[in-house]
């Protein structure tokens, strides 16, 4: 099993819709969970952090589910602008070894 | 700010020559990682710093390829001999903090193809 493990996609949405990617780790131990946005040819950014408790960021909600030892992004009112590819990130080791999902590509139409 | 600082950005190269990508940290960083992205592997880490010691290399390929941190703000990442199946994107990045939950900054990348 994989450290780390996403749905590759693509997902392919109009305008407008709700969209949700969910990441899996194999982990029990793990504690720091991000989201990366990766722009085609660029570097990885990072959207968010993915807190205990949930949290928000404009039309972006990231959730952790300890228990099913998974992560999740929801993204509302997608724009045009939100087509990439959604990396999800896990501490996988001791401190601070981060390892990546092969990402989630997401389109967005008109 | 200066960000991740990574050169060059492409580099192309005949197999068996030597290679040497450089990395410059965030200034007051003292996390450093390179990764190398392929599309039919995605990112894998390849080797990770804290405080300039090498923490996991359980990454890094074969003995072909190298890396060190000779002062707290640059790295290198050396391959020698180079071989065709190295080409990939190679990114560096770095973090405030060896401890858990600190975010990390990428530099643009070096484009590597090995003829």
């Known amino acids: 099993r994989k450290e780390v493990e996403q749905d590759p996609g693509p997902f392919n949405v109009p305008e407008g819709a709700t969209v949700a990617f969910n990441c899996t780790y194999s982990?029990?131990?793990?504690?720091?969970f991000f989201w990366y946005r990766q722009d085609c040819r660029k570097e990885p950014k990072l959207l968010m952090s993915v807190y205990s408790s949930g949290n928000e960021d404009g039309r972006f909600t990231a959730q952790l589910n300890r228990a099913s030892q998974y992560i999740s992004l929801l993204i509302r009112d997608s724009k045009l602008s939100d087509s990439a590819t959604y990396l999800c990130v896990v501490n996988t080791g001791g401190g601070n070894k981060l390892t990546f999902g092969t990402g989630t590509q997401l389109k967005v139409e008109l | 700010d200066a960000g991740v600082i990574q050169s060059p950005r492409h580099e192309v190269t005949e197999m068996g020559q030597e290679v040497t990508l450089r990395c410059k940290l965030i200034?007051?960083?003292?996390?450093l990682f390179w990764y190398r992205q392929t599309m039919m592997r995605g990112l894998e880490l390849l080797i990770y710093?804290?405080?300039?010691?090498?923490?996991?290399d359980s990454g890094m390929p074969e003995d072909r390829f190298s890396a060190k941190m000779p002062n707290a703000s640059f790295s290198t990442l050396k391959i020698q001999p180079s071989e065709p199946r190295d080409s990939a994107v190679y990114f560096c990045?770095?973090?405030?903090?060896?401890?858990?939950?600190?975010?990390?900054?990428f530099g643009n990348g070096t484009r590597l193809t090995v003829t």
């Open positions: 200034s007051g960083h003292n996390s």
């Open positions: 982990n029990s131990a793990s504690q720091s």
């Open positions: 990045a770095s973090s405030l903090g060896a401890g858990q939950g600190s975010p990390l900054h």
């Open positions: 710093f804290n405080n300039n010691v090498p923490i996991d």
